[in-house]
């Protein structure tokens, strides 16, 4: 009977069915935060965290490795094709407002049809035919003084005869743009192969020179427009700014580049005119055109940025791997007492140290982001050292 009266004691005093369950985030994932955010400041915690499941180091190396990333997918993928024609201009705004009324004056058609920009009539060829180069140029006349006034003699006591000042009309190109149809040569290869390989040419009463002027090449399949140093005479070919692009872009569909003269890519009117303000009429069409090189060039900034993203990932999966091999070899040798630390432990090391330098990395580059890259590399790099200094650094006692 006593055994009896135990049992159903038990029984009366044990927890009941629908009692409370542990505590998850007391037990296990609190402890786990704390554990990982000592690893932000003390090395020694990175290096107590060696023996961690293997999960852990490798998603805080893996999230390490988009926070660096970071500052450089925004840099590439915030680009735009439309900065090209952005102040200063060199008078590009000009050039482009005025080849498209020289367009619509011309009847010369450029128009983009199944992703390809075409010529119907062959009427560019035509209408250029005699002209050397075979390309639309940008003009502008100035006065520029030949013979400068002479001064008083103040030698003499009567004053000499003032001579009157000369002058000369001048005349300067700006831009160009050259249409090259289906040429097997792309828009960027013909711009180096036939333009900014070309010497000073005189036309009329100035000189083109093609290595100084602003110009745009246009071709079936895409286009290219350099910003160059606009001066009269020199011999640079320094490309201030480039930009190159395809018609296959939806939004430029049906687009005749001669329409850009009175209205924009979305078909809206200007609502200055060329004859009433024509400061506001070229900056309404620059905008036009702007939106055409940022849409043009859209996908090949995606493609850029992509290439550029995935090369600087790499850089830093090899640095992440260096580091944790650098980790490796300064625990060898007979008398260290850290030997004992295999090749995986001295990874995740690593894999543990690197969120913090990531994260100063990104900040930094983004204050100066032509470091980018150099910032993650000499963080990651200065705090492996100095945990194999300090925290890894044999101790011997007497």
């Known amino acids: 009977m006593s055994n009896k009266k135990k049992i159903k004691a038990q029984k009366v005093n044990a927890a009941p069915k629908g009692g409370k369950k542990p505590n998850v985030w007391k037990a296990k994932i609190w402890p786990a935060i704390k554990s990982w955010a000592r690893t932000l400041i003390s090395n020694d915690a990175c290096v107590e965290k060696r023996n961690a499941k293997w999960y852990g180091p490798l998603a805080v190396a893996i999230v390490s490795l988009i926070v660096a990333l970071v500052p450089m997918m925004v840099t590439s993928f915030s680009q735009s094709g439309g ?194 303000d024509p400061r506001a009429y070229v900056n309404e069409v620059r905008l036009a055109w702007r939106q055409l090189f940022h849409d043009g060039a859209a996908y090949g900034v995606m493609i850029n940025g992509l290439t550029w993203v995935g090369i600087v990932a790499a850089i830093f999966v090899a640095l992440t791997f260096i580091l944790g091999l650098t980790v490796f070899l300064m625990t060898r040798g007979k008398r260290n007492p850290f030997n004992v630390y295999t090749f995986w432990q001295s990874q995740k090391i690593a894999y543990w140290a690197s969120f913090t330098p990531a994260v100063l990395a990104m900040i930094l580059s983004f204050i100066v982001p032509s470091w980018a890259i150099l910032f993650y590399i000499f963080l990651f790099g200065m705090r492996i050292m100095w945990m194999s200094m300090r925290s890894l650094r044999p101790q011997y006692t007497e």
């Open 83 to 276: 900065t090209v024609i952005d102040s200063p201009t060199y008078n590009m705004d000009i050039g482009l407002a005025e080849f498209s009324r020289y367009l619509e004056a011309n009847d010369i058609v450029l128009e983009v049809e199944d992703g390809k920009l075409v010529n119907p009539g062959n009427t560019w060829r035509a209408h250029f035919a005699e002209k050397t180069p075979q390309a639309y140029l940008h003009s502008y006349t100035y006065q520029t003084v030949v013979i400068p006034p002479t001064g008083n003699d103040s030698s003499s006591s009567s004053s000499s005869e003032q001579q009157n000042p000369v002058y000369e009309t001048v005349t300067s190109f700006d831009f160009a743009v050259y249409f090259i149809g289906d040429s097997d040569l792309t828009p960027a290869e013909y711009a180096s192969e036939n333009v900014l390989s070309r010497s000073p040419m005189t036309i009329g009463d100035g000189t083109y020179n093609p290595k100084t002027t602003s110009f745009m090449v246009l071709s079936n399949n895409g286009f290219v427009i350099y910003k160059m140093p606009n001066y009269d005479g020199g011999d640079s070919n320094s490309v201030l700014a480039s930009t190159a692009g395809e018609w296959s872009t939806s939004s430029l569909e049906g687009l005749s580049l001669g329409s850009l003269a009175s209205k924009n890519l979305e078909g809206t009117p200007y609502t200055a005119s060329y004859e009433s």
